[in-house]
């Protein structure tokens, strides 16, 4: 699998926009690029995901470089609720089991 | 509460005794995983069902542990004689073919 690197820990002020970056130069043209966060105290969540194109949900936006070589997730207002460990993932679309290979991630603390 | 349900949500046993977890997916999911995550890791795959049948195991799966998952509804990870390198968090996913996995809680082990 397609290796991610993300900054241990990320601050941000309540009420502001936080960028979480995420590189992955190894993408290949098949990877999707996922993000899932954890709360602490609960199993991870889903986030948001993409292939090329930028993507925005209700949660976040992910911002994908044209080579695909890194990606930013963005959360537009952070809120206390938002502080939760942030993994970038990429998962194959041809593995046939498709689970999600976790790194370490990104420590997010909001700050009122 | 539809979501994704874990039983029980914490155990503590002592050294050589077996555990058995219990999952219980969304209902209409006909994918379960199984990860096991420690402190200040991201959670690492175990193993995967699609319906009743095992897929795939991970290299960490050792022969003391085995899952189950009668019927492709609920699943159970049973671990024999436990060891304190198997005190970690275990948690549950499950998806729809090929969609977000939605996680549950997760049950604390903690191996004495």
């Known amino acids: 699998d397609a290796k991610t690197t993300q900054p241990n820990s990320m601050e941000s002020n309540e009420e502001e926009p936080v960028h979480l970056p995420c590189n992955h130069s190894?993408?290949?043209?098949?990877?999707?690029i996922h993000w899932y966060r954890q709360l602490p105290s609960q199993g991870p969540e889903y986030v948001i995901h993409?292939?090329?194109s930028n993507v925005n949900n209700r949660m976040a936006s992910l911002a994908i470089a044209e080579d695909r070589k890194s990606s930013t997730l963005i959360l537009h207002r952070a809120t206390l609720r938002d502080a939760a460990v942030y993994y970038c993932i990429l998962r194959a679309v041809f593995r046939s089991a498709r689970q999600l290979t976790f790194g370490s991630g990104t420590q997010l603390t909001v700050l009122p | 509460d539809t979501g994704v349900s874990q039983n029980p949500r914490h155990k503590i046993t002592k050294r050589g005794q077996n555990v058995t977890f219990r999952c219980d997916p969304i209902?209409?999911?006909?994918?379960l995983y199984w990860y096991r995550q420690t402190l200040g890791q991201g959670p690492e795959f175990l193993t995967y069902f699609q319906n009743e049948a095992q897929l795939e195991k991970s290299r960490l799966l050792s022969d003391r542990f085995s899952a189950e998952r009668p019927k492709g509804s609920f699943s159970t990870l049973e671990i024999q004689r436990t060891e304190q390198g198997d005190s970690a968090m275990y948690l549950c996913?499950?998806?729809?073919?090929?969609?977000?996995?939605?996680f549950g809680p997760g049950t604390r082990l903690t191996v004495l």
């Open positions: 993409g292939l090329t």
């Open positions: 996913a499950s998806s729809l073919a090929n969609n977000e996995q939605f």
């Open positions: 190894t993408i290949s043209g098949t990877d999707y």
């Open positions: 209902s209409e999911h006909n994918r």
